[in-house]
Structures are given as C-alpha cells and as structure tokens.
C-alpha cells in the first residue's frame, strides 16, 4: 500500500491559465470544511457572480468559435461502476488513502441545459448520497457544476448553492476550477476528466494552497459502464 498511498503534487506547467471558478462532481464540498463565497441561484436563472474570476472574453470568443461544448458530458449518460481512492486527509502532507465503490446514474436535463447524476457510495458512509449538476452556458461556453449531498443540501449558512468548479473541455480533457476554503484558509480545486472512452472515464479531484503553483491530488474515480440494475 506504501506506492499507493503516495502524495501526488501536480506543478503550476500542469495548469491552465484562465479557467476560473468548478463539479463538484463536484465532490469538493466532502469535508472540506469550507465557507466560500455562495452562488445564488435567482428565478430568472440568472447567477451573481461577483464573486468569480472570469475567464477573459478573448479566451471565451475564440474557444466559443472553434466548438460547441453542449454535448461534452453526454458520454456520462447512464450507469456507471466507480472504484474510489480518495486522500484521508487534505493538504496536511497526509499519505494515506481509502478505497471504496461507489454506483452513479446520468441523466441530462431538457432542452440541453445539462446534465445531473447521483453518487451512491455504498457502506462507505451510511445513507450519504450525493448528486452533481451540470449547467452549460452557450454564450460562454462554459460549464458550471454543482455538488449536492444529503447531508447539508449543498447550501451555505444562508441558502444559497455553494460555489461551482467552472471550466470546459480541450482536446478531449476536461479542467474545472474555483476558489474555496479549507480550515479556514484559501485554496483553489480543480477537477479534471480524462481517458474518457465509451465504456470508460477517470475522474480526479486536486488542491492547492498556494495559488495553483502547486497542486496535491486527493481523489481518483476509475469509471466503468455497467448495465441497468448491476451495482
């Protein structure tokens, strides 16, 4: 278990400039002990995003003329087996990991709005069920991603859905970013999809504590597609 559960640090030449904000799979919300800055949703659907660092419009414009990323989370329709190894502790030099399965189902929303799935984990955490929501928006070609779990709604103290990771798909990788907390100091996370096949995806989830020049990975989901009604 010793080469498992090694500390994986991504370097700052691993990241990329200009995405801002992250799914939480989005699954950061897991015990990260945060209290950021909450994105409130309003009737008109329209967000407050004071609070985000925007990707430049000349980044948006020139992504948003090569491709339409509507339809980058469709491979995620379905179900899916997750075998989990997640960091016990974050950011405190900690090297040992838990490995646990989860089952997950998803689904898109009308209207090509997005997507959402639920996150079964089984016996690793009694009754803990989580669910992620995709939102993409056509005019800056971006995906926003929510994390919901039933143990705290996803809401903040004051009601409001917690921040999203933000970010999109290039050449087949998908980078999700935002500011959070983390024992009551300033991190930033970041999710990232890759070898994503028909019948299989991997999911990681990574933080940094010194604005991005270095990153610890705390949790990776091997997925593979699995037929209706088999765990």
């Not at 960091?87 to 997507?115: K, Y």
């Amino acid at each position: 278990m010793a080469a498992d559960c090694r500390q994986r640090v991504y370097r700052a030449a691993t990241s990329r400039p200009g995405v801002a904000g992250i799914e939480r799979s989005g699954r950061c919300a897991l015990e990260t002990g945060r209290n950021s800055p909450c994105l409130c949703l309003t009737l008109c659907g329209q967000p407050n995003m004071a609070w985000a660092k925007p990707i430049s419009g000349d980044a948006m414009t020139t992504h948003s003329t090569q491709r339409d990323g509507a339809r980058d989370f469709d491979f995620l329709f379905g179900h899916w087996h997750i075998a989990n190894r997640r960091l016990v502790r974050r950011l405190q030099g900690c090297t040992e990991w838990e490995s646990f399965d989860a089952a997950s189902t998803a689904h898109p929303l009308p209207g090509g709005i997005g997507n959402f799935d639920e996150f079964n984990p089984g016996s690793w955490r009694a009754g803990f069920i989580g669910m992620s929501l995709r939102i993409f928006n056509p005019a800056t070609q971006l995906w926003s991603i929510y994390w919901l779990e039933n143990q705290t709604g996803g809401l903040d103290a004051s009601g409001c859905l917690q921040a999203p990771v933000v970010g999109r798909f290039v050449d087949g990788i998908g980078i999700f970013e935002c500011d959070d907390m983390l024992d009551g100091r300033k991190i930033r996370v970041r999710y990232t999809w890759s070898n994503i096949t028909a019948d299989s995806a991997r999911w990681e989830q990574a933080m940094s504590d010194d604005s991005g020049q270095s990153w610890e990975c705390n949790w990776v989901m091997e997925m593979s597609r699995r037929s209706q009604g088999k765990q």
